[in-house]
T-cell receptor
Framework: NAGVTQTPKFRVLKTGQSMTLLCAQD?????MYWYRQDPGMGLRLIHY???????AKGEVPDGYNVSRLKKQNFLLGLESAAPSQTSVYFC???????????FGEGSRLTVL | GNSVTQMEGPVTLSEEAFLTINCTYT??????LFWYVQYPGEGLQLLLK?????DKGSNKGFEATYRKETTSFHLEKGSVQVSDSAVYFC???????????FGTGTRLKVLA
């Protein structure tokens, strides 16, 4: 009964460090999404993928990279973290037939 | 591009009051529309949806009607409960671009 799992759930980075957030889903969904949530800004789409080996830019892609090497996994990378990337990151996968998004519990990232 | 605009919060109501949260959208095609709810410390979960004009989505006493002429999808509930306190997000899915776009969210607080 896992659904969408994000790791890690919390992380503190120093400016300039790199890290990768992992999203894994066990529902065999084709479409996956990465969002960031900031106070007063709602959820903003960073990158998304419509299938294994494909990725596309969302509304705020700068400073992030993604990879979808396996259908069940969608990785979000920060090559050189900046304080502006302090946020809560959510991954979601979509059931294409219903259009419903299934979300992970979020990953809280702080960049000092 | 596509966008979603929600009314500013927070919204504070007494138990059993009537709730309306406004949502309007901009889209080039014919998107599907959704309301999601986020409880503290959790990811978002689907509340209701509508996939074409004049459709009414409903769940747990909440309703919203897809109004193409006014590009709106307002959320309503006749009698709110303390347990409805959460953040509500309006969203659209554009099947042409595969983008899933959210509004900024509206925090609802219901007082006993």
């Amino acid at each position: 009964n896992a659904g969408v799992t994000q790791t890690p759930k919390f992380r503190v980075l120093k400016t300039g460090q790199s890290m990768t957030l992992l999203c894994a889903q066990d529902m065999n969904h084709e479409y996956m999404y990465w969002y960031r949530q900031d106070p007063g800004m709602g959820l903003r789409l960073i990158h998304y993928s419509v299938g294994e080996g494909t990725t596309a830019k969302g509304e705020v892609p700068d400073g992030y990279n993604v990879s979808r090497l396996k259908k069940q996994n969608f990785l979000l990378g920060l090559e050189s973290a900046a304080p502006s990337q302090t946020s809560v990151y959510f991954c979601a996968s979509m059931a294409q037939f219903t259009g419903e998004l299934f979300f992970g519990e979020g990953s809280r990232l702080t960049v000092l | 591009g596509n966008s979603v605009t929600q009314m500013e919060g927070p919204v504070t109501l007494s138990e059993e009051a009537f709730l309306t949260i406004n949502c309007t959208y901009t889209a080039t095609g014919y998107p599907s529309l959704f309301w999601y709810v986020q409880y503290p410390g959790e990811g978002l979960q689907l509340l209701l949806k509508a996939t074409k004009a004049d459709d009414k989505g409903s769940n747990k006493g909440f309703e919203a009607t897809y109004r193409k002429e006014t590009t709106s999808f307002h959320l309503e509930k006749g009698s709110v409960q303390v347990s409805d306190s959460a953040v509500y997000f309006c969203a659209l899915y554009d099947s042409g671009t595969y983008k899933y776009i959210f509004g900024t969210g509206t925090r609802l607080k219901v007082l006993a």
